[in-house]
């Protein structure tokens, strides 16, 4: 699991993203669509139209940084919205790199409650 500071917000871009692009062109979505600032300190999320890929984009204060990855099987999941943006959790950030479906996730056994 992650753990980021509670500063760090993270965004993910509601609509695919041609994942050819890299540092330069995932920057200029940030800057020239949503408006954001590159050097907060914020993780931003694309997924690729096949949602087989991910990348992130984030300032760690020396440079740009891009992670990348591809899936072996199965897709990403992304929440639906109309705006081209989202701001997700954490633990929603997890359970997508994970391609775990987090608007249905349940218990599989209840935790026991220990007296």
Do not use: N
């Not at 062109?25 to 800057?31: A, D, E, N, P």
């Amino acid at each position: 699991m992650l753990t980021l500071p509670p500063s760090v917000r993270i965004y993910l871009s509601v609509e695919p993203v041609d994942l050819r692009r890299g540092h330069d062109g995932l920057s200029g979505i940030v800057r020239g669509q949503w408006e954001m600032d590159l050097f907060a300190g914020h993780l931003f999320v694309f997924l690729g139209r096949r949602g087989d890929r991910c990348k992130i984009l984030f300032w760690d204060r020396q440079g740009m940084c891009l992670y990348a990855k591809k899936l072996d099987r199965g897709r990403f999941i992304w929440p639906q919205a109309k705006d081209g943006v989202v701001k997700l959790t954490m633990a929603q950030l997890s359970m997508l790199l994970e391609s775990i479906d987090w608007r249905a996730t349940a218990w599989t056994a209840r935790p026991e409650v220990v007296v």
